[in-house]
């Protein structure tokens, strides 16, 4: 006896947790199970316990549309955020709905049936007998990243070092900084993000970077959040938060495309006010790439050139030459003493977490696919896939997606569909890489990723109010789309057997 659900949510961070709040409002009837493969409600914002840690999209779009955030604080911690959606997942009733320590690694689709197998190992107990539980609609919440391993180079001679290397993905609870000498390597948001965090009480930090970054200083908290939500219902005041920071955010996205000069001059001016006089920004802060073709780093406040007028960190832009006993000696011959080294290196994408899919007996290769609306895959049914937005927040987009899912399970049910299949767009028109940035995590997985076409429904355009128009009131059956029926099939004694229904 396998148990079946109706929809199989993975992942029990703001996509799942956002994913299953809908469907319990939208969908009451439906039944539905949640895995985590760790232990906690909260996916990154529980994973992450580095000093410092914080949204890097404002919380008025990274909350979700049906919950409002009441802070007027805009960037805001991690713990604060972990509690934000562990209290919104009690609140909907969904905390009771997750397996935790139960990781997806294997699903088969079966025709005939109509439905997925999905195979799912305890991460708790590798001794302990995998469940296998059926679904009718696989939705996928698990990001695009490994969480048990972050991405570091291949150092020279860093087995020499004597000090503690640390990647920020799994840092160390009990680890004492007071006082150190710290080299955090990296100059994306967890780099900057940690300089003036860890500035606050070791001796010295330096961010030892390749290249630079876009940096953008934003207040903390939202100026205008107190005023909305003192004139405005609450939901209204949230609404008009949410929307006036999408439109800012797709106004400052729009001209770094069309005018990337005039943005890169802006930005440069921003940084330098905030610096000391005579400070190389050219080296340290000026990017070769054009802005957005990497994410912009966000600062609140400007508590990054805080720490570098105060004296107590700084930033050196060279390459690594080779680890030391007591540092890192770079190419310049300059050498770094430290106490700890940060590899702030960036991720291992990992999509759909890792999972093997099978289709009626083949293995499914997603570098072979095409991307139906940023949320499925062609020729691979009843299998939704949550990513976010490149340029603006990730839950704008998980959002708008479990919009489309539910009106897709409501036009199913409608309908008598069992089946919904995404198609490719014709042979002879163009496909692009699926992810648009030039960040190095999504280059190393370039050719492990789907594909995308050349327009809509197949094109991500990273466009928000587009995506509105696209998922919340364009048609399910279009071009990209269809529904086929199930395939008329015997009856075995396998098939005719009840299968219980998971509680909820």
């Known amino acids: 006896m396998t148990e079946h659900v109706d929809v199989l949510i993975v992942g029990a961070g703001l996509s799942g947790i956002g994913a299953a709040c809908r469907l319990r409002q939208e969908h009451p009837g439906k039944s539905i199970a949640i895995l985590e493969s760790r ?112 991405f570091t180079p291949e150092f020279p ?26 080299v955090v390597i990296g100059s994306g948001a967890t780099a900057v993000t940690l300089l003036p965090s860890l500035a606050e009480q070791a001796e010295h930090v330096t961010m030892l970077q390749r290249s630079p970054s876009y940096i953008l200083s934003l207040p903390g908290r939202d100026p205008v959040a107190p005023i909305a939500q003192k004139v405005l219902p609450r939901k209204a005041a949230y609404a008009a938060m ?40 050219d080296t340290h802060f000026t990017p070769r790439y054009d802005p957005w073709d990497e994410r912009l780093c966000l600062v609140p406040d400007g508590d990054l050139f805080r720490s570098i007028r105060r004296g107590n960190a700084s930033i050196v832009t060279d390459h690594i030459e080779t680890f030391t006993p007591t540092g890192i000696r770079l190419q310049s011959g300059r050498e770094l003493e430290a106490d700890i080294i940060v590899t702030a290196t960036g991720l291992n994408l990992l999509l759909l ?43 704008l987009k998980a959002d708008l997606i479990s919009h489309w899912v539910c009106r897709l399970l409501r036009y199913m049910d409608e309908h008598g569909h069992r089946i919904a299949m995404p198609l490719a767009p014709p042979a002879d028109e163009p496909t692009h890489p699926f992810l648009d940035l030039q960040s190095g995590y999504i280059m190393r997985a370039a050719d492990r ?38 395939p008329a099939a015997d009856v075995t004694e396998r098939d005719a057997a009840p299968r219980p229904i998971a509680a909820d």
């Not at 001679?157 to 710290?182: C, M, N």
């Not at 049914?381 to 990513?387: K, Q």
Request: overall charge negative; hydrophobic content about 35%; aromatic content about 12%.
């Open 39 to 150: 232990g906690a409600i909260g996916g990154t914002w529980d994973l992450f316990r580095y000093p410092g840690i914080r949204s890097d999209s404002d919380m008025f779009t990274l909350g979700f549309d049906f919950s409002p955030w009441d802070s007027p604080q805009a960037i805001a911690d991690g713990p604060s955020i972990r509690e934000y959606v562990e209290r919104t997942a009690a609140e909907y009733g969904v905390d009771r709905l997750i397996r935790f320590h139960h990781r997806a690694v294997h699903a088969a689709w079966s025709t005939p049936d109509a439905r997925w197998t999905v195979t799912a190992e305890r991460t708790d107990d590798p001794d302990a007998e995998p469940l296998t539980i059926t679904c009718g609609l696989y939705y996928n919440c698990t990001g695009y990243y490994r969480y048990d391993e972050g």
């Open 157 to 182: 001679g860093v087995e020499s070092f004597e000090g503690t290397l640390i990647h920020p993905q799994h840092w160390p609870e009990d680890l004492d900084y007071a006082g150190k000498r710290i």
């Open 242 to 281: 949410r929307w006036g920071n999408v439109l800012r955010a797709a106004a400052v996205y729009n001209l770094s495309r069309r005018a990337p000069g005039l943005v890169k001059r802006l930005v440069k001016a921003g940084v330098a006010r905030q610096l000391p006089d005579g400070y190389d920004v």
């Open 353 to 395: 977490g890792g999972l093997e899919i099978d289709i009626d007996g083949k293995r499914v290769d997603l570098s072979e696919t095409i991307g139906y609306k940023g949320l499925a895959l062609s020729g691979v049914p009843n299998l939704i896939v949550t990513l976010g937005y490149t340029n603006a927040s990730w839950t």
């Open 449 to 486: 990723l789907p594909k995308q076409g050349d327009r809509a429904p197949w094109r991500l355009y990273q466009s928000y109010p587009r995506d509105v128009r696209l998922l919340r009131r364009g048609p399910i059956l279009d071009e990209g789309m269809s529904f086929p029926p199930v």
